[in-house]
Structure formats: structure tokens, C-alpha cells
């Protein structure tokens, strides 16, 4: 009897236990952007590990070939089965022997886009989907999702038309000549791929609602509006008069999915404009939100806004981290984001609950016309930040007396202090974090066996300084102010080396390679092929000689965008000293560690190193960086990333340095982490660019054995 009763009791315990079973993740795998099928950039690989990592050498070398100037390879690949699955500088997809590098198959997606528009901007990855026989390859390449035969790159025909979706159509809008860029590749669930998009940053800009295709026939299965159409939830939190109008709200920074729990956790970006939102009053649902959706209707499950009414560029930067954690006892699954704003958001996967509390707090308000600004913004409790959360006097580079001097006249009009400070026209603002982060969209990596996540973060100051918009009488003006001016200045002086100046442009550039530039479009820059012919040729002439011809003169109607900012922001700027060294005091670059079942910082290190500064015997500095990390059960965390060029294999338990190695060109991407007849790889493309050279090369390592 007693034994019937301890039998019957341990059926109780087991049966209504409070641990839901998770299902075991393949940790060997890396067939999905972010490594394994949670995202996690994590391998349970070891044969790389603390006491070998110091004799990695190169394995392999694969040369894309089509570099360009400014050109950049972001992709983390893909191995299936034996094959590498990757893009290059132009986009082309290919598959390598994972073991050697050999080439198996290339493809140039513009073989049937045609030849008029050769832009397609970044791709960050691709995605593989299989049933039975046919294996399939989808990419995003400019505003086309594609599909190509895994095993021999050759177009599906049956796919959409000839093999190809084009994402500007099945928006729900009037219009579908929009700029849109598949930038980081959809998720897999079931038969469905699900996707979001970049969008214009401008007025211009399409809305980011999130769609599922089918993978065998490219139809739109749903669609879920990130501005919210009449009747939905949260188009209370738009100004009716004005959101139709209103684009953004996207998902450029990749998905992430719970297969066992059919949801979806997308992360969103900003309303437009960015830094002036009169026309959109109100907290603005979804943008800058996680939004937990059912995977196979697009219905909303739950949702959290981390920014209301962004005015800073806060998008949410890398797809979200599905997390095992353990609190007071009980293991928890949540799902983890990572934001620019160097915060970490837990939440219950279920049910959307904050593992640790947020609180609203009380924020400045802005004094720009036009602009209500949220009373409040919510702020984790934990996890700790993974950087500083202000720039304060303190803060100002004064590594050399000259340098801080330099600085200090920079900011004679610019107020500091207030992470949450709101851009106005009386006084410039600094940034920071910077609107590259904090965090960015190489993401983090999650370590199942310790808990512990791992987040690289750029620790930059960034200005702001918005003008009021008196371009209406100029035409040129206005339409370069729209469309160029956040990137190259209102002044065109841009933010050199990574946004070159305009000025003297017309010792370069002739009216006719200028208006095929801006047609086609080249490395960062899209193509401005959505504006019509009329508007480019009048945006040439203003940028060549900063004019127009008499009779030109007339108020701006812009035709795809009818709504002008009262105020614009003059341009993305880094606070740099003449040199171009940061504005603020190092480091520059960190690597964190964060137990995330207590949510307090384990280690946090300088990441990356700048030659010329330890050369006058300054301590490492840390670097701008792009790109994510992997850990490892090796012990060990792979990160590239930073602009000295270098791969580096940390210690994942206390963030000591174990090996580093020279790269062709940076490695502004994530690695890949996987084995093949029983050795196991690292790869890292090496793409450069970021204000570095520019590189065509993916790098494997191996052990010498």
C-alpha cells in the first residue's frame, strides 16, 4: 500500500509539475540563422577547446571575387548536410564543401532579376527548408524573396513567378513602389517562411508588416500590420489622420521560433520619421516592440514595447534568444531581446510576463513643435545593462589634452547626461547609446549549459541635431533633405569613412554616372529606383552643383511622400575628434558575460584593439564592432566583429584572451560553428567595410589534426 501511495504521488509531481518539458535542441547543428534552431549562436561542439584553441590554423580560404568599393559580407552561413550555404559582396548565393571550401554551386540572383537594378543591399544569411527530395535554399535579394535548389542553386520556377516573390506586393497599401530590402532571412516554420524586411527611414517608407509565404508556392498564407489598420488592436496608439501614411514598425533585425509552441518572436524597428514624430502622436503599436505571434496565423499573442514613440533610433537590433533559465528553483523557458539601448528584456515565451519586473519611469519631454514625446519609458530591473547607460562630463575623451579640447568645442551647444534626453532644435543631444548600440544585429549568444549570455556592444557616443525643414521653396533641397540627408548631412559633408562626404562630388561624378549611380544604387546606398525619373534628375543637379535651375523653384510635392517633417535631423554622426577617434573615454568595444538566472554581469572586457594607440602606450581601447558570438562547450567564446581585423577565442568563464588570429578583412559578421567527418570548423566571412577595407573572403579554421 505504501508503495502504491509513493508510486501515485510521484505521478502527481511528475504529471502537474510546474517544468514543462522543452524538447532537446540539436546543439551540434547550425542550419539557422543564429546557429541552432533557438537562435542561441551556441555549439556543444569541444574538440576546439580551451587546451587546443591556441593550435587553430586556417583550413580553408574561399574567395568571392566581387568586392567592390564599400562592399561587405554581414552573412552568417549555414551548413546542411555537408554543404556551406552562404552570399558574397553582389549576392550571390553559393554552396562549398563544409570540409574544404570547394565550390559546388554558384548563383547570381540577378540572372533573372536582369541586369537594370544591380543593388540588393546587405543579406545577413539564408534559409533552408526540406521535405523528402526537394531542399531549397530561400534568400532575400533587394525586394525579392527567392528560392533556389539546395543542391544545385538552380531556381524553383514554381516558386512565386520564375522563382521569385516580389515583398513590395501584399503590403495591404495603394502603393508597392516602395525601398525595400530583404535583408535578413526569414524563419522556417512548417511550410512557411516568415519575413520581414529594411525599410526608407523617411516618410517614403513602406509599412514593416510582418507576411508568411509558402515555401513550395510563394503565396502570402498571412500578415500580421505593425501599424495596425482601423478596428485592430493598438490603432488607438496612432493619429488616425496621419497612420495610414506612416511606414516602418519593421523587422529587419531576423526572427526567431519556438517550433514546439508554434510561435514566432519578431522584434520591431521605429515609426517614421525617426526623430520627429508629430505625425504620429501616441505610443505607436508595434514599432519598437517584441511581438509574440502564432506561427501558423500571424495572430498576436502577446506583445512588449520597449521604446513608446521612439524619437532616438531605437530599433530592437538582432533576432530575440530563446532561453532555459532557473529562478528561485524552477526552470523557466523565456525568450530573451537584446536592445541598442544596452538593456536585456526576459520574458515568459507563454505568456509574455517579465521575468524580472519593469518599471515605467518618468522621462524629459521634448520642446520641438509638434512633437509629444512618452511621459515614460520602461526599464528592466534586470538583467544588468551590458554598458554604461549615460555620457556624462566625465565621460569626455581626454586621453590627450588636444583630443579633449577638440571634443569639448564640439559640445559648446550640445546637452549630455540624459540617456533618454529627446533631440531639439535649441541645443544638439548626445546619443548614447549610439544608434549602432549598444547591442547590434550581430546579436548574442546563449549558453545552455551555464546560463550565461554573451554580448558584444559598441560603447559610442553619437550626435543629433535637428533643423527646422524651410526646403520647400527649393525643390532639389527638399528632395536630397528626404532621401540623402540623414545619411550624408543637410551640409552633404557625410560621416566619413563610412558615409562618404558629397562635396567636390562633381569632380567624380559627371550628371549622366551620377544619375545611374543613384538609379542602381552601390554598396550601403540603395537604389533610389522607387522616385520618379523626374525627381532624380532634379536631386542630381542639387548634389552636383547645390542648385537648380531658375523655374525650378516650387514647393516640394513629395509623391511618395506626402507628409514633410517640420524638423530633420542633420545627419548621422559619430562624436569623433579631427582624427576620427571617439569622443568618449574607452573602452570603446565590450564583451559581456551575464548569468541569466540571477541577471548580474559575470565578466565584462574590452573587445578589439586599436594598433596606433597602444603603439603611444595606451591601454587596449576596444574597437566599433559588428558581428556577434558564439559560445561553445569547448569552453570558449568565437567572436570577430571588431575593425582591427581579428578573430578571438575567449575563455567563457572569466573573459581571458586564449587566441586571436589575423583576418583578410574585417569580420564584420557572425561565425559558424560546425563538424564535419568528425573535425569541427570555424568560419567567419570577412567582408570588411564598416570604414575598413573591404574583403571577399570566408576564413574556416580547424585544428591541425
Not at 176 to 195: M, S, T
Not at 612 to 619: I, K
Request: aromatic share 10%; hydrophobic share 35%; glycine share 10%.
Amino acid at each position: 500500500m505504501k508503495l502504491l501511495k509513493a508510486c501515485f504521488t510521484l505521478f502527481l509531481l511528475l504529471h502537474f509539475s510546474c517544468e514543462k518539458p522543452t524538447p532537446k535542441i540539436d546543439y551540434t547543428d547550425w542550419s539557422h540563422y543564429g546557429g541552432p534552431e533557438d537562435g542561441s549562436r551556441y555549439s556543444s561542439l569541444d574538440q576546439i577547446n580551451r587546451e587546443t584553441v591556441s593550435t587553430l590554423d586556417v583550413a580553408w580560404t574561399y574567395q568571392t571575387g566581387d568586392k567592390t568599393e564599400r562592399s561587405q559580407i554581414q552573412c552568417q552561413p549555414i551548413v546542411v548536410n555537408g554543404l556551406l550555404y552562404g552570399t558574397t559582396p553582389k549576392l550571390n548565393v553559393f554552396a562549398l564543401e563544409a570540409g574544404t571550401g570547394k565550390e559546388v554551386w554558384r548563383f547570381d540572383p540577378f540572372e533573372i532579376l536582369g541586369g537594370e537594378n544591380s543593388w540588393a543591399g546587405t543579406n545577413r544569411g539564408v534559409s533552408y527548408w526540406e521535405e523528402g527530395e526537394d531542399k531549397r535554399i530561400l534568400f532575400g535579394a533587394g525586394n525579392w524573396l527567392m528560392a533556389v535548389d539546395a543542391l544545385t542553386g538552380k531556381p524553383i520556377e514554381d516558386f512565386g513567378e520564375g522563382g521569385k516573390v516580389d515583398l513590395r506586393k501584399g503590403l495591404d497599401t495603394e502603393r508597392d513602389d516602395f525601398l525595400i530590402v530583404a535583408n535578413a532571412p526569414g524563419v522556417i516554420f512548417k511550410d512557411k517562411i516568415i519575413i520581414g524586411m529594411r525599410l526608407s527611414e523617411g516618410l517614403d517608407a513602406a509599412p514593416g508588416h510582418i507576411r508568411a509565404y509558402n515555401v513550395k508556392t510563394g503565396k502570402r498564407e498571412w500578415i500580421f500590420h505593425t501599424i495596425p489598420h482601423e478596428g485592430e488592436f493598438g490603432y488607438e496608439t496612432w493619429d488616425p489622420e496621419h497612420v495610414k501614411k506612416i511606414g516602418g514598425a519593421n523587422n529587419w533585425a531576423g526572427m526567431v521560433v519556438d517550433q514546439q509552441r508554434e510561435i514566432v518572436f519578431v522584434p520591431t524597428g521605429s515609426a517614421t520619421y525617426d526623430f520627429w514624430g508629430g505625425f504620429r502622436e501616441g505610443d505607436n503599436l508595434f514599432a519598437n516592440s517584441l511581438i509574440a505571434l502564432d506561427a501558423n496565423t500571424g495572430e498576436r499573442k502577446w506583445h512588449f514595447q520597449a521604446v513608446h514613440h521612439d524619437v532616438w533610433d531605437r530599433d530592437f537590433p538582432a533576432n530575440p534568444n530563446l532561453i532555459r533559465i532557473k529562478k528561485n528553483g524552477s526552470w523557466i523557458d523565456a525568450v530573451a531581446q537584446i536592445s541598442k539601448q544596452g538593456m536585456t528584456y526576459v520574458f515568459d515565451r507563454e505568456t509574455g510576463e517579465p521575468i524580472w519586473p519593469i518599471e515605467e519611469v518618468a522621462m524629459p519631454q521634448s520642446n520641438l513643435p509638434g512633437e509629444k514625446t512618452s511621459l515614460t519609458q520602461p526599464i528592466p530591473t534586470l538583467p544588468e545593462p551590458f554598458m554604461k547607460m549615460k555620457f556624462e562630463d566625465q565621460d569626455i575623451l581626454n586621453l590627450k589634452p588636444e583630443w579633449e579640447a577638440d571634443i569639448r568645442e564640439q559640445l559648446k551647444n550640445v546637452k549630455i547626461g540624459e540617456t533618454w534626453g529627446p533631440p531639439s532644435a535649441e541645443h544638439g543631444i548626445v546619443l548614447f547609446p549610439g544608434m549602432d548600440g549598444g547591442g547590434e544585429w550581430g546579436g548574442a549568444s546563449f549558453d545552455p549549459e551555464n546560463q550565461t549570455m554573451y554580448i558584444n556592444a559598441n560603447q559610442i557616443p553619437w550626435l543629433i541635431e535637428m533643423t527646422p525643414n524651410a526646403a520647400f521653396e527649393n525643390v532639389g533641397q527638399s528632395i536630397y533633405t528626404t532621401y540623402c540627408g540623414n545619411c550624408h548631412g543637410l551640409e552633404r559633408k557625410g560621416n566619413p569613412p563610412a558615409v562618404p562626404s558629397l562635396l567636390g562630388i562633381d569632380q567624380k561624378y559627371t550628371m549622366d554616372s551620377l544619375h545611374t549611380l543613384l538609379k542602381k544604387g552601390r554598396g550601403a546606398m540603395p537604389a533610389f529606383d522607387h522616385i520618379s525619373e523626374e525627381n532624380r534628375k532634379v536631386l542630381v543637379n542639387y548634389i552636383l552643383n547645390g542648385q537648380i535651375e531658375e523655374g525650378d523653384k516650387k514647393e516640394m510635392e513629395f509623391e511618395n511622400a506626402p507628409l514633410a517633417p517640420r524638423y530633420f535631423m542633420n545627419g548621422y554622426k559619430r562624436l569623433t575628434t579631427k582624427e576620427g577617434l571617439y569622443g568618449s573615454n574607452p573602452p570603446w568595444g565590450l564583451l559581456t558575460a551575464i548569468d541569466m538566472n540571477t541577471g548580474k554581469q559575470k565578466w565584462q572586457i574590452t573587445l578589439g584593439e586599436i594598433d596606433s594607440l597602444s603603439a603611444q602606450g595606451f591601454e587596449p581601447t576596444g574597437t566599433e564592432n559588428y558581428g556577434g558570438p558564439v559560445a561553445t562547450a569547448g569552453g570558449l567564446v568565437f567572436i570577430a566583429a571588431t575593425k582591427d581585423e581579428k578573430i578571438r577565442a575567449f575563455d567563457k568563464d572569466t573573459g581571458e584572451l586564449l587566441w586571436q588570429a589575423s583576418l583578410p578583412a574585417a569580420g564584420h559578421a557572425t561565425p559558424a560553428v560546425y563538424e564535419v567527418d568528425g573535425k569541427q570548423f570555424l568560419v567567419i566571412a570577412c567582408g570588411g567595410g564598416k570604414g575598413t577595407k573591404s574583403g571577399d573572403a570566408y576564413m574556416a579554421f580547424s585544428l591541425p589534426y
